[in-house]
């Protein structure tokens, strides 16, 4: 029988007492009640580990950067070695063509009960143009995502690059880059979005430990997104969040406001319409994050939010009218245009009457 | 001196808004004008306060009148749609019109040339005119409805999971948009296409008040259509 993953924690030297604590804070973290750290305990005890193809596409390893940092107790012995990662070629320490015969292996000896974790998106534009901009061994990435996709169990989008498409696929996209589940051709595995720049990494850890737990996907939101993380708005739980509804705002980077840490709504803060967990588990172990430390939230986790205008503004840019505009400049420069037209046909109107009753009289 | 030169003449009358109809079209031209202002503070903000922020509810408060007058609108115009059906013909004909009538469109074209000054006399309507059904139809019925829509989406994200906002709204609407910020952008952006609205709408009734041959502004307070004279009228 495989090692389970209880098993892998002990060889590793964690006591019994550590390895309680982090089925409890997982538990926490994931909003179950605290009968189910019994449960996550007992699965990690006697399920053997589920072997995982980390596969990296276009993207910038922020996503594994962030994996590698859970801050939970047992995180940096025993996240990597809870799942069995056959393959990520990040952090392995074997390279060349044994290392790569891997992912094949993985996939024939695991048919259909392998989890894919997708870092990053293939650049379609491959396949039309004969360019390249992603090639792994020597063999198009694309290829090496749809022969690994059909025949995983399931496969987790990592961050924005795999569950949206982030920079690379930002306008005008030269390499075509595509999200996961926007790729033809690879099967039908229920997908899991895990979006951010990159995914906090309790979140990352959080979703394999109930993939594991539960054998099955969390509960997901339209978008495929774990709705245990991804319901509710950085905004909706924000600590600043009282400035905001007393109306004070930082108006500047340096004013007074701003040392007093009041809302950064005015600074283009993107807390109000970004989905993610920021403001309640946080960053480092819950040391701080972004609007913390002072910095609007980009809203990362959402979808084309390179494409949004700045990060600095809170209305977007709309880039379809040739200028560099938002929704008001746009709105209130119609209404002008509408008014003075108004204007304009009102004094004809009144000219018009003034002849009319010129010609009556004569 | 000038003496006064009106000659006695009748003029005919026809009840044409009833008062659901101008009850509504009042509240919400107020509800329209709270829900703008607030809105346009709720995108940019009033200057910053200092301070206690504690001592203070400014954008709680803004946003609470946002809403509220946004619930005025959407049960406003649920009202409105009802009075429709059960109300007279002229209570119809913002929401459905015959457009496959020639007429429809000859009287459109006719009104276009009076605005147009291309013509000397706009015909005579008890209700609307055709240009009027069709500013008020694809303008404003749909830009309301749109607004409505959106704006609950939104309501929704705060109110959250398992209320009926996000239920009936928030799930669908905002990944047809692609995400959040989408939906706001839209939601200014028509904002401005109402209030274009608007100011056509005052200017226009009170124009036509003015250089047609009919009542338009008074009608929306007593219901009444007075006609200064007794010429035909041409409704469609």
Request: charged letters at 20%; glycine letters at 10%; one cysteine or more.
């Amino acid at each position: 029988m495989p090692e389970t993953f209880y098993d892998v924690m002990r060889r590793q030297g964690i006591t019994r007492r550590s390895f309680l604590k982090f089925c409890s804070l997982t538990a926490a973290a994931m909003g179950l009640s605290p009968i189910y750290a019994g449960k996550i305990a007992h699965a990690m005890e006697n399920k053997p580990r589920i072997p995982v193809l980390w596969l990296h596409g276009l993207e910038c390893t922020c996503c594994s950067e962030s994996f590698i940092r859970s801050a939970h107790p047992l995180a940096k012995d025993v996240i990597l070695s809870m799942i069995s990662l056959d393959y990520d070629d990040t952090i392995m320490a074997a390279a060349g063509h044994e290392a790569e015969a891997i992912v094949d292996e993985t996939i024939a000896k695991h048919k259909g009960k392998f989890i894919l974790a997708c870092e990053g998106n293939p650049g379609l534009e491959e396949e039309n143009t004969g360019g390249m901009s992603c090639i792994i061994a020597g063999k198009p990435y694309t290829e090496q995502l749809r022969h690994a996709a059909n025949n995983a169990m399931a496969i987790i989008s990592w961050g924005s690059c795999a569950s949206w498409g982030c920079v690379q696929a930002a306008a005008p996209n030269p390499t075509g880059a595509t999200p996961i589940h926007k790729v033809p051709g690879i099967g039908n595995a229920p997908i899991i979005k895990v979006p951010g720049c990159p995914p906090i990494a309790e979140v990352m850890t959080a979703v394999i430990t109930y993939m594991l737990t539960f054998e099955r996907l969390p509960e997901m939101d339209r978008q495929g997104r774990p709705k245990m993380f991804y319901s509710q708005r950085i905004h909706d739980k924000c600590y600043r969040r009282p400035h905001f509804d007393a109306g004070q705002f930082v108006e500047k980077w340096d004013d007074e406001a701003a040392r007093k840490g009041y809302c950064l709504y005015k600074m283009g803060c993107k807390g109000p319409t970004t989905y993610n967990a920021c403001s309640t588990i946080r960053w480092n172990g819950g040391l701080s994050f972004p609007i913390q430390a002072g910095h609007p939230c980009i809203g990362c986790s959402e979808d084309g939010f390179w494409d949004k205008g700045s990060f600095y503004d809170r209305l977007t840019t709309i880039n379809d009218f040739g200028i560099e505009a938002n929704a008001d400049e746009v709105g209130m420069g119609a209404a002008a245009v509408v008014g003075g037209a108004v204007a304009a046909h009102a004094a004809i109107s009144a000219l018009k009457r003034t002849q009319n009753k010129g010609d009556h009289e004569s | 001196m000038t003496t006064l030169s009106t000659k006695a003449h009748s003029e005919p009358a026809v009840y044409v808004y009833e008062a659901p109809v101008r009850l509504w079209h009042w509240i919400n031209a107020a509800a329209i004008t709270v829900l703008a202002i607030t809105g346009y503070f709720i995108g940019s903000p009033l200057p910053s306060l200092s301070g206690e922020a504690s001592d203070y509810y400014l954008m709680g408060y803004i946003r609470f009148a946002h809403f509220a007058a946004g619930y005025v609108l959407a049960f406003g115009l649920l009202g409105r749609a009802y009075w429709a059906i059960v109300g007279n013909s002229h209570a119809r004909e913002i929401f459905l019109h015959n457009i496959l009538k020639p007429s429809y469109w000859g009287g459109l074209w006719h009104e276009l040339k009076w605005y147009l000054f291309l013509t000397k006399e706009p015909r005579k309507y008890s209700g609307h005119n055709p240009l009027a059904i069709f500013m008020m139809h694809w303008m404003y019925v749909w830009g309301t409805v749109f607004m409505i829509f959106t704006g609950f989406a939104m309501y929704g994200e705060g109110t959250g999971e398992g209320s009926w906002a996000h239920s009936l709204f928030t799930v669908w609407l905002i990944p047809l948009f692609g995400q959040s910020q989408d939906v706001h952008t839209w939601h200014h952006l028509v904002m401005w296409w109402i209030i274009i609205f608007v100011i056509i709408h005052v200017y226009v009734a009170i124009r036509e008040d003015i250089m047609s041959r009919q009542s338009i502004v008074s009608s929306m307070i007593s219901g009444w259509r007075t006609f200064k004279d007794e010429g035909k009228i041409d409704n469609d």
